[in-house]
């Protein structure tokens, strides 16, 4: 029987996860995306974390990305709550699904979904085959561990148990720790359906053991939150949090929740005794119809208290000093009220990049820093924030695309070309500093190894230079200063010069070692980064026009 059970949750599990690595190959881009994008508020957060949760049949997941979104700035914690809250909702899909009787097509799907991986060539219908036989696999995992149950429907030790499990406080504490050692509730609810309908199980009991499978699931979230941001780990509390009240409340109100479930189920109530035919018949599909009710109310009630959560979690996880002071990436100029009018859309664009400036200014900096100090931690934080400005670029364009759904004039097409192509630039420069500076950097720290102190002052003198030609490559598109834009031209025979006194420098000390090799090589493609961040610097700085002089009107004669 430990055979049949074990073997059993396995293939449930293998399925599980093999239907989830295929949706996620579908879907799962879009599936970030909408996770990352439409938490606006938290009616939508919560809409989008059902939804997302629905597709992809888990809310760890759901719950892992939203705390990795987190900790990678991606997501504030407010949004993030929504987000948890839909996502425990959308959940009560999996109960729905394994409720029906659908075991007896198990196989039928493990085979549909093998042919599809053996003779496809597309990745995407490979990952549907994928899905198809993990979906199948799920399903023969639970007729394994109904049929290795069997023996149990005549053993009266254990039938005895399970009417302890009446006592909810007992159902919650077993579910709790299940879920928590198997890091899924899936499989917590594909077992209490299985019982149920082997007729194991009360309606009560059940209700009880998907309390402690809600509560279980809280454990990967905080797991996930190990060794991230405070924030994420505020969101992974959030989610406890929710869990926890959610259960204290319904506690008291199990018997009308009972009701509740049975009459959405059309069946009539049994008070007495352990009747395990009808049990069989009706439990599960009344275990999932609770599950949705508890979670619904759940959401309706807490949603509206989100900034409650957030001020309680701020006082368990305080926050920093340094975390206030962390530069924002957040839009300040972009009003809706503007997308009627492409002027006043325009100019607020412009603000936003003179922003964007400021805050990548100091992003600059740090990484020059980093050259002279490299440190993994602060290297870690910098790559991250590059996420962030990815995140704040895509705001930008978004705004701007909205923005010239309305008739332009000619001179405002042009604005609206102009300003694309900045951001574009500004996208590929921070390309540029992953590939070229951090993963760069990386290796050096990887490798132990330093740049001598005449090549990092060559570099410090190459960056200054670089600096300065962002900076006034900007400048000359929010002020329309034309005199910027020459000077960033202008500066080209100088970091030419820079570029060639490295060049110089490493030809003088070149030396056939291996070590002095990488060096050469990680500092060149130091300095190739800088060159191209100015080169897009003086595509930006070429994108101002002369200004036109007017010619001097001569003056009336005075006339007495």
Partial sequence: MFMWLSGGLALFLFGMEQMIKGLLVIAGDQMKNILARLTQNRVMGAV????????IQ?????TVLTVGFVSAGLMSVTQAAGVIMGANLGTTITAQIVAFKVTNYALLAVALGFVLQFLSQKHKNIAIGQLIMGLGLLFFGMNVMSEGMAPLRDYQPFLDLMMEMQN???GILVAFIFTALVQSSSATIGIIIVMASNGFLTLPAGIALLMGANLGTTVTALLSAIGKSREALRTALVHSLFSILG????????????DLATFISANEIIHNG???????????REIANANTIFNLVSLIIFLPLIP?????????VPVLEEEKTTTTFKAEFLDETFIATPSMALQAVMLEIEHYQKVYGLFYKRTIALIVEPNTKKLSREILNIEKFRVYQAEILTYLGRSSQVELSVSEQNQHLKLITVLHNLESMLDIVQSNIFNVLHQMIHNDIKPSETMLNLVGKLTNEVGHAIENALTSVCKSDYEAAMSVIAMSPTIELLIQDALSHQFKRFQTTEKRLKTFRYEMQLVEGFKQMYSLAQRIAYLQEEPVEKSEVPKSPKVD
Wanted: without cysteine.
């Fill in 168 to 170: 909810p406080f007992l």
């Fill in 247 to 258: 259960i204290l409340i319904w506690l008291p109100f199990i018997p009308i929740l009972v």
């Fill in 308 to 316: 409650v959560f957030i001020w309680v979690v701020n006082k368990l």
């Fill in 48 to 55: 989008t974390g059902a939804a997302v949760t629905a597709v």
């Fill in 274 to 284: 352990l009747d395990r035919v009808v049990l069989a018949e009706q439990t599960p």
């Fill in 58 to 62: 888990s809310s760890s997941v759901t």
